[in-house]
């Protein structure tokens, strides 16, 4: 059995499998992008896609092929931000909510943007180069109680200072915590972003601490609260939702 047959019924999706590979190269493309589409993708062997180079070419969903990520600089003020012009997708959410997480699993470069478990972290606005060809921007959590005023009226300064005159933006990844109703700051921050039009998307983190009953029964929550949003759920602890979560990237870069 080759080993290309073996993933298909990995993938219990023989059949589906076996017409993609008598199509003409731009109908093997779409077909396949279906077949990984309708099952997890999880499962299936990744030695296997990479040997679909044209696959790789087009950045498949959910295995955009990381060639290089590294950290650029950090950012306090207007005269740091990078100048090269590059796409950028920002990160966005309350301290401790796990923008940093997200990122590095997202990248599966452990420890690349710092995480903690005491909210505040990250205090500047950080740029990471992905694939010389865009960046990921981590920026600092709001509603942390235990910073100065001062100081939370700064970071909502530089926050908003950047995210209405960065023309760079392609998408804003809000992320909310699974585990939670959406707090004020939540629906301020998603109501900002619907008034001036930005292209969002709302990610549900930390959703490994929950049963999956659970999890459906907080997902149809937040559906709720933000009926107009594209919502995914996600744990960097396990990678569930990267997939989801790189399609949308893509789409937006
Ligand atoms: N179990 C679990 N823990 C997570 C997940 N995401 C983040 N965490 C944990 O939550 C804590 C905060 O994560 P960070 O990624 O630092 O959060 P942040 O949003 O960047 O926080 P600030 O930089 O303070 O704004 C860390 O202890 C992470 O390990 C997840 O999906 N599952
Ligand atoms: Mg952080």
């Known amino acids: 059995m080759s080993t290309k047959f073996r993933a298909a019924k990995n993938l219990g999706n023989l059949i589906l499998f076996v017409k993609i590979r008598k199509k003409s190269s731009d109908g093997l493309t779409i077909l396949i992008n279906n077949c990984l589409e309708a099952v997890s993708v999880d ?6 896609i990479l040997n679909f180079k044209f696959l790789i070419r087009n950045s498949i969903i959910g295995f955009m092929k990381i060639t290089s990520a590294e950290f650029i600089k950090s950012a306090f003020a207007e005269e740091h931000w990078t100048t090269d012009g590059l796409p950028e997708i920002a990160f966005l959410g309350r301290s401790n909510v796990g923008k940093s997480s997200l990122i590095n699993s997202l990248l599966q470069r452990k420890g690349l943007a710092r995480t903690s478990n005491t909210p505040g972290r990250t205090q ?13 921007v981590d920026l600092p959590g709001y509603g942390y109680a235990k910073v100065s005023k001062a100081m939370r009226k700064d970071w909502g300064k530089m926050a908003e200072e950047y995210l209405l005159k960065r023309r760079e933006l ?12 959406p707090s004020e700051l939540d629906r301020d921050l998603n109501e900002w972003l619907e008034y001036h039009q930005k292209n ?5 983190t930390k959703a490994d601490k929950m049963s999956n009953n659970q999890l459906k029964k907080a997902m149809s929550e937040i559906v709720t609260v933000f009926p107009e949003r594209e919502i995914i759920a996600y744990s960097s602890e396990t990678g569930k939702g990267r997939e989801a ?6 789409k937006s870069l």
Do not use: G
């Open 124 to 136: 500047s606005i950080n740029f990471f180069l992905i694939n010389e060809a865009f960046y990921f």
């Open 43 to 48: 499962r299936v062997d990744l030695s296997v």
């Open 200 to 204: 969002a998307l709302v990610v549900a």
């Open 245 to 250: 979560v790189w399609r949308e990237i893509e």
């Open 170 to 181: 392609r998408l804003f990844i809000q992320l909310i915590d699974s585990r939670h109703k």
